[in-house]
C-alpha cells in the first residue's frame, strides 16, 4: 500500500513535470510571438514602402496627365488654326461719325466694317493695319504697324513755307532758279510756244547750311507744289537693298502729288564718279543710281515734277548725272559776301527784339566765312545770352559773344572740305 508520502512525491514528480512542461511551453510561445513581431514589423516597413512607391507613381501619373493635357491643348489650337477661316488684311481709310470703319482691304475694294468689341475704336487711324474677318464684316484685330523704309525715306511737305524773301544774299540764284524751275512748272505753254525745253532738273552745289534747301523749299512753296525730300547718304546708311526701289517709289509720289519738287539731299552718296564696282555695297549704289538716271530720262521736261539735287562735293559727280536732260543746270550757292551776311542777318533779327542801333553793318565783318546757318545760329545764341541774364533786350554785345562762340564752334566741327571749283 502506498504511503501518503509516496502519493505525495509521486504528486510534486508530476507538477515539477508539468511546470517545466509549462515554461517550456511559454518560451515556445514567447518565440512565436518575437517572430510574428518581426513579421509585422517588416511587413508594416514593406507596405510603407510599397504605399511611397505608390504614391510616386501617382506623382508621375499626374505629371504625365499635365503634359498630355498641353499637348491637348496644342493640338486643339492647332485644329482651331486649321480650320479658322483666314482673316484679310486692311488698312484704315476713314473713321465714320457711327464708328463704323471704311478699310481697303488687301482683296480689292473699300469696305464699311464694324469692329469688334475688343477693340477700341480710338486705336484705329488712317493708315492702322487690321486684320478683318473672311465675311469682311468686322475688325477683328489691329496688326503691328509695319514702317516702310520708303515712308520713312522722305520727307513730305505739302507746301513748305519757306518765301524767296527769307533767302538771305542769294539773288543770283533765286533768279535762276525761278526762271529753271517756277517758270517752267507755272507757264510751260511758254516754253511749248518758243519750242525749247527747260532742265528737268537743277544741281545746287555749294558749302552746308548755304541755303540750298531753303531754295528748293521756296520753289515748291512758291508754285504751290509738293516738297519731297530725299537725303542721298541715308540710301547708303539705312535703306541699304531699298535704294532702287525707294527712287521709284518718290518718282510715283511726285506725279501723284504733282506739282511737285523732288529735293535729293547729299546725291554725291548716290551719284559718286567709281572707279570699280567691286563691292555689293557699291553695286548696290550704282543701281540707286542707275534708277534715278532712269527716272530722269522717263519724264518729260514740261511734266509738272523737277528734281533739285543738292552737293557739296561736285568734284565727285559723276558726270553722267550733269548730261542734258538730266541735271543740266548747275547753280553755285556760294558763301554769303559782306552784304550777304548783312541780308541774312536783318532776316533774322527781324523776329527778335534787339537794341534799337544794332550795328548789322559790323555784325556782317565779324562773320566772315560764315555761312546762312552759322548766322542763324549766332542770332538764337545772342538771344540765349540775353535769357541767361533774364533781359528782354538783345544787344550788340550778345551778338559779339555769340559771334566768338560760334566761331569756336565752326572751327572744331568743320571738316576739311576741299573747296570747290568754279569751272562748271
Ligand atoms: N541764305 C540764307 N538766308 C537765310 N537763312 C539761311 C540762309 N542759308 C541758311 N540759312 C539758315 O540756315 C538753315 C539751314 O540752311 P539750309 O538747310 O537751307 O542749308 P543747306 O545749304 O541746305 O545745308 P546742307 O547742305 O547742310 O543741307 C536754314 O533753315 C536757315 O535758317
Redesign the pocket.
Known amino acids: 500500500m502506498e504511503s501518503a508520502d509516496d502519493i505525495s512525491n509521486a504528486n510534486s514528480t508530476n507538477v515539477l513535470a508539468h511546470i517545466k512542461y509549462l515554461e517550456e511551453k511559454l518560451k515556445v510561445l514567447e518565440e512565436e510571438k518575437a517572430r510574428l513581431e518581426k513579421d509585422i514589423n517588416s511587413y508594416k516597413e514593406e507596405k510603407e514602402k510599397y504605399i511611397k512607391y505608390l504614391e510616386e507613381k501617382i506623382k508621375e501619373l499626374e505629371e504625365e496627365k499635365l503634359m498630355l493635357n498641353r499637348e491637348v491643348k496644342y493640338y486643339k489650337e492647332e485644329m482651331e488654326k486649321l480650320l479658322a477661316p483666314p482673316l484679310i488684311e486692311a488698312s484704315v481709310l476713314d473713321i465714320l461719325p457711327d464708328k463704323r470703319v471704311v478699310v481697303r482691304s488687301s482683296t480689292g475694294p473699300n469696305l464699311i466694317v464694324t469692329v469688334s468689341g475688343n477693340i477700341s475704336v480710338d486705336q484705329l487711324l488712317p493708315g492702322t493695319i487690321v486684320a478683318i474677318n473672311q465675311r469682311g464684316s468686322s475688325i477683328v484685330e489691329v496688326l503691328p504697324q509695319r514702317e516702310d523704309p520708303y515712308v520713312k525715306a522722305m520727307e513730305v511737305i505739302e507746301r513748305p513755307n519757306v518765301k524767296y524773301k ?5 539773288s543770283k540764284q533765286i533768279q535762276e532758279v525761278r526762271e529753271t524751275v517756277e517758270l517752267p512748272l507755272k507757264k510751260p505753254e511758254l516754253f511749248k510756244k518758243i519750242g525749247i525745253e527747260p532742265p528737268k532738273g537743277i544741281l545746287l552745289y ?1 558749302s ?8 528748293a523749299k521756296a520753289v515748291a512753296s512758291e508754285t504751290n507744289a509738293t516738297f519731297i525730300r530725299v537725303v542721298g547718304s541715308e540710301f547708303v546708311q539705312k535703306f541699304i537693298g531699298e535704294g532702287a526701289r525707294i527712287v521709284r517709289e518718290v518718282f510715283e509720289l511726285a506725279k501723284r502729288k504733282a506739282p511737285a519738287i523732288i529735293f535729293i ?1 547729299e546725291i554725291d552718296a548716290i551719284a559718286a564718279r567709281r572707279i570699280d564696282i567691286g563691292t555689293s555695297g557699291e553695286r548696290e549704289v550704282q543701281r540707286t543710281m542707275m534708277q534715278l538716271l532712269a527716272e530722269m530720262d522717263g519724264f518729260d521736261p514740261l511734266d509738272n515734277v523737277k528734281v533739285i539735287a ?1 552737293t ?1 562735293r561736285i568734284d565727285i559727280l559723276d558726270p553722267a548725272i550733269l548730261r542734258p536732260g538730266r541735271f543740266d543746270r548747275i547753280i553755285e ?1 556760294p558763301l ?1 559776301d559782306k552784304q ?1 551776311r548783312i ?2 542777318f536783318k ?2 533779327i527781324k523776329k527778335m527784339n534787339v537794341e534799337k542801333n544794332l550795328d548789322i553793318r559790323k555784325l556782317s565783318e565779324l562773320t566772315e566765312g560764315f ?3 552759322d ?2 545760329a549766332v542770332c538764337v545764341e545772342a538771344g540765349y545770352n540775353a535769357i541767361r541774364e533774364e533781359r528782354d533786350l538783345v544787344t550788340m554785345e550778345d551778338f559779339i559773344k555769340a559771334i566768338e562762340k560760334i566761331k569756336g564752334r565752326k572751327k572744331e566741327v568743320e571738316p576739311e572740305v576741299p573747296q570747290v571749283s568754279t569751272a562748271y
Do not use: F
Request: proline share 7%; aromatic share 0%.
Open positions: 527769307d533767302i538771305g544774299g542769294l555749294g552746308p547750311g548755304t541755303g540750298k534747301t531753303m531754295l539731299d543738292a557739296n550757292v554769303p550777304g541780308e541774312i532776316i533774322h555761312v546762312g546757318a548766322i542763324k
